[in-house]
């Protein structure tokens, strides 16, 4: 593999192999990460090289399995990367959109979200799971979810 690797690259692989999600913990917003998930170490830590971010290896393999590591940011950083990547995403724009609503942007370190923007940061989280999931917003809110 080269030593230079294109943003286009990088974003094919994003497109392809990434993932645009949210985490929330207990009575906390849920807060964007993204993150890819790939046996080949090289290309995880060239996202590393190019954004930033930490790889990770995933739990031992059993039997013939390839390790897994998984590259991976939050936040802002996230969204930076999300900025970079953008015009080059086509499966993963709608996420990529919705996730750089400022409603994530520079959090206020030490003060809380108001209702209004915890509701934003909801709905976006519950958009994103949506399209990641094929199903549509309209169905989410039906009593019956398709699988």
Not at 16 to 39: K, M
Not at 71 to 88: E, H, I, S, Y
Request: aromatic content about 10%; charged content about 20%.
């Amino acid at each position: 593999m080269s030593n230079q690797i294109s943003l286009e690259y990088l974003a094919g692989y994003f497109d392809g192999e990434g993932c645009v999600s949210f985490y929330a913990n207990s009575g906390h917003p849920p807060y964007l990460r993204i993150g890819i998930g790939s046996a080949d170490l090289e290309v995880l830590l060239k996202f590393t090289e190019y954004f930033g971010g930490d790889v990770r290896k995933e739990k031992t393999p059993k039997g013939n399995r390839r390790q897994i590591y998984y590259w991976g940011c939050l936040g802002t950083v996230a969204q930076d990367v999300l900025r970079q990547l953008l015009p080059f995403l086509i499966a993963k724009r709608p996420q990529a959109e919705l996730a750089l609503v400022p409603a994530f942007g520079p959090g206020k370190i030490g003060k809380r979200l108001t209702d209004s923007e915890r509701a934003t940061r909801v709905d976006i989280a519950t958009r994103v799971k949506a399209i990641n999931q094929r199903v549509t917003i309209e169905t989410c809110n039906s009593p019956i979810i398709p699988n």
